[in-house]
């Protein structure tokens, strides 16, 4: 080990900062820095609340079937809407955990706000089985098709839903499903698409192998429908945030262009766990051995995604 020379062959200056050198050399001082064990921590990720427009009250809900959609599938769908409902049926207790459950926990930020609850229910229902605008899409298109069954001003939300022989833009490529509105008229509009045979991989996963990433084996589905379970996992994905965040100025985390929500916060989250090609742990059942979180009227079972929790800034889940 080298030493330093003697402070006598240097000027009082020099000798001074020398000494100073060895010394920090030879100590666990640490000067500009702080010590391993204190190093800054960022703060929790947080949805923050812009002001804006909430969806409060009574909101009805439209659909619009565009293309075939077999009465199975759309009894998969209406059931779902239903079972958000605090008492889906007067003489009917749903199991838990329950989809009205998970519906409580997007309450949370209506109360937050000072708003009042979100009643969701189930209004008209149409169907364009002929494809009356073509089976290929523009996205100006799908704000056409939700006027259909919602007139502007009506206060209500539509749902649009493709079959899975429709291309919308942007579909597969960039999203499966998004939601939107028109403040001019006060409308607000959900679109989400079959992507059974489109890309079942990206839009139905984990009930089909993901394109990228551990090839884990699929779950089962648990209304044995790769296409349609996975279009409710959209449809309440969006539904979340479309109640919170209908008009770009509600609750939301970066950039109004490109927001993360209450639920696409925690995307590929479904129950404890989780992490990126697992969904966590989910309950199966003993009959068809589909995986579920969540169960709504007529015992019917979904699989439904985690909430982003204002209060503990984590992912929670029912499960």
């Known amino acids: 080990m080298w030493k330093l020379m003697g402070s006598s062959q240097f000027s009082k200056p020099v000798a001074r900062l ?55 599938q759309k009894s998969t769908v209406a059931d779902f809407l239903l079972s958000l409902k605090n008492n889906p049926h007067k003489n009917q207790k749903t199991a838990k955990p329950s989809v009205t459950q998970w519906w409580n926990s997007v309450e949370t ?22 494809c009356s605008l073509g089976k290929t899409l ?12 919602n007139s502007p001003n009506s206060g209500g939300l539509s749902l649009v839903l493709t079959a899975p022989d429709v291309a919308v833009e942007g579909f597969c490529m960039s999203n499966c499903g998004f939601h939107d509105s028109n403040r001019k008229s ?17 839009c139905a996963w984990p009930f089909h192998q993901p394109i990228y990433g551990p090839q884990t084996p699929p779950l089962v589905a ?38 993360l929500e209450v639920a696409s916060a925690c995307t590929g989250v479904y129950g404890k766990g989780a992490y990126p090609g697992y969904a966590g742990e989910l309950l199966v059942d003993s009959s068809s051995g589909a995986s579920y979180n969540a169960v709504g009227v007529n015992g019917r079972k979904y699989l439904l995604p985690a909430l982003f929790d204002p209060f503990t800034s984590q992912c929670e889940t029912i499960v």
């Open 18 to 72: 020398l000494v100073l050198l060895q010394f920090l050399l030879t100590s666990n001082v640490c000067i500009g820095a702080k010590k391993l064990t204190s190093l800054y921590q960022p703060p929790p990720m947080a949805l923050t609340y812009h002001g804006g427009t909430l969806l409060q009250g009574d909101l009805p809900v439209s659909i619009l079937w565009y293309g075939n959609f077999s009465p199975a």
């Open 109 to 130: 930020y209506m109360k937050k706000a000072g708003q009042k609850p979100t009643h969701v229910f189930l209004s008209t229902q149409l169907s364009d089985h002929n």
């Open 138 to 149: 523009k996205k100006s298109q799908i704000s056409e098709l939700a006027h259909r069954v």
């Open 186 to 202: 006060n409308s607000v509009f959900i679109w989400v698409g079959n992507s059974a045979t489109q890309c079942p991989g990206q």
């Open 222 to 259: 648990p209304n044995a429908d790769v296409g349609v379970d996975g279009m409710v996992v959209n449809i309440a994905t969006l539904l979340a945030g479309t109640v919170t965040n209908p008009f770009a100025n509600g609750y939301y985390l970066g950039l109004a262009e490109a927001p």
